[in-house]
């Protein structure tokens, strides 16, 4: 971060948190609190328009900053006065889901540029659904964002479902983690996995990621919840993003617990390279614009059934093209 740090100068800064309307930003003159210039707040952020090498079209969002963002701020030259958020930079990646509730599709920036993103999911309490892990890991790689798995809970026993299902994601190449925020068991690969990078961990409620980061990083003394028992569903402790330093080097963001995750932005003709094990065969089907689905000589749907790609996997996929299919068509209706 560089800039002038004199009353009334800008200066750049790195969005911390958001609360209210008003911006927690880490810049050299000091952790300051920004708002809005009017004019921020009347134009609603932009979504990247690349999505894996494809110009895709400028997407409305719930917020036109979000934490992680780096921002251009006007330091105020009164004694006591509020200081302003005049620009926000270029992102390199974002993190994004369709926004629940809307009835058209509009983006929900998570986070942008971070370095990685771990997907924490628990082995119980509550049960993990695999396909929501997968729109975890699609989200990443339609930016180019590395993911690494974290299974929390490891020291409660884990169905043979949910076993296989972890065992097919790190043979398609994701990086899995087992981990014990509770026994301690696997913290430090952890803390190896995030020291000297910003990365944010996602994933539902319930699953342990404040526990987790408070046993990486104990100072952080994040609030922590139960799961309903009723239920078998996590409650929301962390009820915004938050940007935070650890101690070991590098940052780590701290993301509300999510109970469903629309695609977003990830084109029906890119999906097949959002998932690794594909791309093996990728280029060698009968038909160039071969969807995987219903083209005939499908190098993907060969490899299904010789057993080298996992069926759920491959259903996940179909659900999950058909689901962008939809938002294509519904964006596609609402820029005429």
């Avoid at 952890?190 to 104990?218: D, F, M, Y």
């Avoid at 058909?322 to 609402?334: F, I, P, S």
Wanted: net charge neutral; aromatic share 6%.
């Amino acid at each position: 971060m560089t800039g002038d740090n004199r009353d009334g100068a800008l200066i750049e800064g790195v969005v911390l948190r958001s609360i209210s309307g008003f911006y927690e930003v880490a810049t050299p003159a000091g952790v300051r609190v920004a708002a809005l210039r009017s004019g921020l707040r009347r134009q609603p952020g932009a979504a990247l328009v690349e999505s894996r090498g494809r110009v895709r079209p400028r997407a409305q969002t719930l917020e036109p900053v979000v934490v992680g963002d780096r921002v251009r701020l006007r330091l105020s030259d009164v004694p006591g006065g509020r200081d302003w958020i005049e620009a926000v930079l270029p992102r390199e990646h974002e993190l994004a889901r369709r926004a629940a509730g809307e009835r058209r599709p509009v983006a929900q920036i998570l986070v942008a540029n971070v370095d990685q993103v771990l997907v924490v999911f628990s082995v119980r309490e509550p049960e993990p659904k695999l396909g929501l892990v997968d729109r975890f890991l699609v989200a990443a790689e339609s930016q180019d964002l590395p993911a690494v798995l974290c299974l929390n809970k490891i020291d409660l026993p884990a169905s043979d479902e949910v076993l296989q299902g972890f065992e097919e994601l790190a043979a398609a190449g994701y990086p899995l983690l087992l981990v014990s925020a509770k026994t301690g068991e696997g913290v430090e690969r952890v803390r190896e996995q995030l020291r000297a990078r910003t990365s944010a961990l996602v994933g539902p409620s319930g699953v342990g990621k404040s526990s987790l980061l408070n046993a990486v990083e104990p100072g952080l003394q994040l609030t922590i919840g139960a799961v309903s028992e009723s239920v078998g569903k996590g409650r929301h402790t962390t009820r915004f993003a938050q940007l935070l330093p650890l101690s070991f080097g590098g940052y780590v963001v701290d993301t509300p617990g999510l109970r469903e995750f629309g695609l977003w932005s990830v084109a029906p003709e890119d999906l097949d390279t959002c998932f690794p094990e594909f791309r093996p065969y990728l280029g060698q089907c009968r038909f160039p614009d071969c969807d995987h689905v219903h083209s005939e000589g499908c190098a993907v749907r060969a490899a299904v059934t010789a057993g080298r790609i996992s069926e759920r996997r491959y259903h996940s996929y179909t659900n999950l093209r058909a689901e962008a299919e939809e938002q294509e068509g519904l964006l596609r209706v609402g820029r005429h």
